[in-house]
């Protein structure tokens, strides 16, 4: 069967401070894989996807990036956090197919300091 | 660009009662994906629901049925027989398969309180 991991659970960290939240599968090849913020009254927001090795799509354009070293392994990384960086980050995948639905990792809840 | 919208950020409904939630989107698609995700307070992301676009029935499980409604760009969820377990919040969410262009956006969510 297939998991979604992530990592840390929980992280504190001061402004200026360089950020990497990452993410593994394990159980399926190529999957697509997205990062998504969830902060307070603003639902669930899509940062980056992607379909496949070395290809990230960007959805908001900020001090956030997001790189795809492996097959299943999605990271997300920030040079330098801003306050408005805290939320609570979810890992997701899903397969190619129409009808496949998003599978989460557990979260990651992040406050900058 | 697509977007979704859950005009009712609460919404309260005593328990054994039936309550809709109420989704709608924007999209020039005709192919596309429906879901309803739940959120409970453990944070953890639940699958509820699901639709393809090209279906004209409406998805159904268990208590929980949608009313999809293509032409409006309507997607609503009803929760039937209420119980404790379903107070958490509801994410509708919408799939877009245009060109590879595999992204799934997320209404910013209703959270449903069940009294007792």
């Known amino acids: 069967s297939q998991t979604i991991h992530q990592w840390p659970a929980t992280l504190v960290q001061p402004v200026g401070s360089p950020l990497s939240l990452e993410c593994t599968v394990e159980?399926?090849?190529?999957?697509?894989l997205y990062w998504y913020r969830q902060a307070a009254g603003r639902g669930l927001q899509l940062l980056f996807y992607?379909?496949?090795?070395?290809?990230i799509s960007s959805e908001v354009p900020q001090n956030l990036s997001a790189s795809r070293p492996q097959d299943r392994q999605f990271i997300l990384s920030s040079k330098k956090l801003l306050l408005s960086d805290s939320g609570f980050y979810l890992c997701?995948?899903?397969?190619?197919?129409?009808?496949?639905?998003?599978?989460f990792g557990n979260g990651t809840r992040l406050t900058v300091t | 660009a697509q977007t979704v919208t859950q005009s009712q950020p609460e919404m309260s409904v005593q328990e054994a009662e039936t309550v809709t939630l109420s989704c709608t989107y924007d999209?020039?698609?005709?192919?596309?994906?429906l879901f309803w995700y739940k959120q409970p307070p453990s944070r953890q992301m639940i699958l509820v629901i699901r639709?393809?676009?090209?279906?004209?029935q409406n998805a159904t499980e268990n208590r929980f049925s949608v009313n999809f409604q293509k032409a409006a760009k309507s997607f609503s969820l009803k929760i039937s027989d209420s119980q404790l377990g379903d107070a958490a919040m509801y994410f509708c969410?919408?799939?877009?398969?245009?060109?590879?262009?595999?992204?799934?956006?997320f209404g910013k969510g209703t959270r449903l309180h069940i009294l007792p």
């Open positions: 639709q393809e676009a090209y279906k004209q």
């Open positions: 992607s379909v496949g090795i070395g290809q």
């Open positions: 969410a919408y799939r877009t398969l245009r060109n590879r262009d595999d992204k799934i956006i």
């Open positions: 997701a995948w899903n397969r190619e197919g129409r009808n496949s639905p998003l599978h």
């Open positions: 159980g399926t090849s190529n999957p697509n």
């Open positions: 999209t020039s698609e005709s192919d596309y994906y």
